[in-house]
Structures are given as structure tokens and as C-alpha cells.
DNA sequence: GCTGAAATCGCCTAACG
DNA sequence: CGTTAGGCGATTTCAGC
């Protein structure tokens, strides 16, 4: 997938497609202004060179029962590339954590993680997170409440761009 | 939204499509097990009840060009709820600023902010973010890699207490 | 090379049982 | 919840720029 440059027009597929990404194809191509045909073939092509990872629904945790999210700063004791990718592999595996990034600074992860109540998270991080190979330490924030939570890109910051190198 | 009880066949529903939110309801209605009618009304009424929040195409920040993911925790001078609210309203006002969770413990906030590059970001953390009213202190910290980044809830979990709980 | 138009096929989505 | 059925969208094919 060679990464072929993108014109106005895939911008606005992937701007539209990160609003909604149920549009029907029909729908998309009036809003960014071509027939549905090359619309449809554009996004296929954006799927295959990886702009577009795929679609998910957008599902409210609180509603389905997940009552805690907790943010887990973690240390490890060696950082060896081996010892780092064991790490983040137990990480992928963990259904509690849907997130994991690697920091720099003087915490080596950040975790953001998901339980339906306290007690299931807590048994995690004492039986499962602190207790893995290399975790040197933890400290864990609780999230009180959410005030925003946008997935995806900043498209608007985008433009600006483009248009002060045009 | 009188956020109706949700059956094995709804749960399944949510499941799929948080996975695959471009589905077409003739095929997530075979997965469910289910005809198309009823299975497209469940899902109308997941929307309407708020289980469903929206749906996003999931595009790669890299490939569009934004290079810098940033974790910023944010201490505030005043916890009183109108300057809590108010620096919330700004979060969202900030679109760098994806993500912005009121936490417990020593920091008050926690955002997850994208930028194109490093200038772009330290100009936003110097001129708005760390200039902004009532912020007393700001820490940031550049993500070196992603591990994981799972977008939804895990489903899994949720079977789990549901057999526990039968 | 791309786009757009036409045509086919399949899906969406009522109405009813 | 399922079946039927009509209308619309998706997707291929082909012609034109």
C-alpha cells in the first residue's frame, strides 16, 4: 500500500466517514460532490492503503454495565525492547485494558481500562496488572466523569494546515 | 430513554457492531441469528436508548499526518464546580484535545491530545493550554509508541458476569 | 487514467400475519 | 418475530472526457 496522496476530496470521504460511518455511499457522494461509483472505489482504496482501519459502533460503557474507567500509569523495571514488547503483549491480551501507549518521562505506560464495577477492576490490578513479570509500579486514576470523549482526528486542524502550505 | 433490559440477542447485536460498525443488517441479522426486520427495529431502538451513540470510520492519525499523540495532565487552582465546568467547556472547545477525563487523586484532569508535529503541539500547550484560566500546573507526555488502542467496551467481560451471575 | 451513466443485483424497510 | 414485497442503494459494466 503505497500511501498514495490524498486530494480534497478523499479528506472529505474520511471527515464524513469519521462523522458517520453508516452514510450510505449514495449519501457520501452528494456531500463531498461526485457520483457514487468513484466515491464507492475511493473509499475501497482508502480501506486498502490503511487510512481507514475499519468502522465501529460507538457504544455508551455506562449504559452496557461499565461503570469504571481507570487510567494505570506503569513503570516496569527493565526497558529492554524484549522486555517492553512482553509487556504490551499482556497488555493486548487483557480485555480490562483498551488502551496502551508507551510514554516517555518518567512512567513507562499509560493503560486506560474499562470495568463494569470497582471490585472487578481492583481484582485485576492486584492479581493481574501488579503482579506481572517486570511491573515495578502502578498507580491508578480514577476517572470521576468524562467531559469529552471524541475518537478520531481533528480535521479542521488539518485544513488549516493545508491551506497556510498552499 | 427508558433504557430497556437487554437480551443475549441485543448484546450480540452491540457486539458485532462495535466490530464491524458498516455491517450491513442483512448480514449482522445472520450473525445474530435473526431475521432482517426485527433485527434492524432492535437496532433503531439500541440507537433511540442510547447504547448506541453513533458510528465512526476508524482512521490512522499517522497516515494523515498527525505524528504526535500527547497525554496532558492538567491541575487547576479552583475544584469548584463552575471552574471545573468551565475549563471542560474549553476542552471541547480545543480540538487537539480529544479526550478529556476529570480524574481523582492528585490531578484534576487528563487529556489525550493529537497534533501534526511537535511545534504545533507546544505552541497549543503555550499559548492556550498552560495560558488558560485557573490551570495552575501541566504535564505532558509524548506517547513514543502505541501498543494497543481498542475502541468500545470489552464484550467479553461482560459474558463472563452474566454466566456468574445465572 | 479518471469520471459518470446505465443496468443488474442485493439490501433496506415498510406492512401484515 | 417472520414473510412478503416494493423501492432504493450498492456495485459492476461500459461509454466518454
Redesign the pocket.
Known amino acids: 500500500m503505497p500511501a498514495t496522496r490524498l486530494d480534497d ?1 478523499d479528506r472529505k470521504i474520511l471527515a464524513e466517514l469519521q462523522a458517520d460511518g453508516r452514510m ?4 457520501l457522494a452528494r456531500r463531498v460532490g ?5 466515491c ?3 473509499v475501497r482504496t482508502l480501506e486498502e492503503q490503511g487510512y481507514i482501519r475499519g468502522y465501529h459502533a460507538d457504544i455508551d460503557p455506562r449504559e452496557l454495565g461499565f461503570e469504571v474507567q481507570v487510567f494505570a500509569m506503569v513503570g516496569l523495571q527493565s526497558q529492554a525492547e524484549a522486555d517492553l514488547s512482553a509487556f504490551e503483549a499482556r497488555c493486548r491480551a487483557w480485555s480490562l485494558v483498551r488502551e496502551c501507549h508507551m510514554l516517555n518521562g518518567e512512567v513507562d505506560f499509560i493503560l486506560k481500562c474499562v470495568a463494569p464495577d470497582l471490585s472487578t477492576f481492583q481484582r485485576f490490578l492486584t492479581e493481574e496488572l501488579t503482579a506481572a513479570d517486570n511491573v515495578a509500579s502502578v498507580k491508578t486514576s480514577l476517572v470521576i466523569r468524562g467531559a469529552k470523549d471524541e475518537p478520531g482526528v481533528p480535521f479542521d486542524v488539518l485544513e488549516a494546515r493545508l491551506v497556510r502550505s498552499a
Chains 1, 2 share one sequence.
Open positions: 476530496i450510505t455511499n449514495v449519501e461526485i457520483s457514487a461509483p468513484p464507492l472505489r475511493r
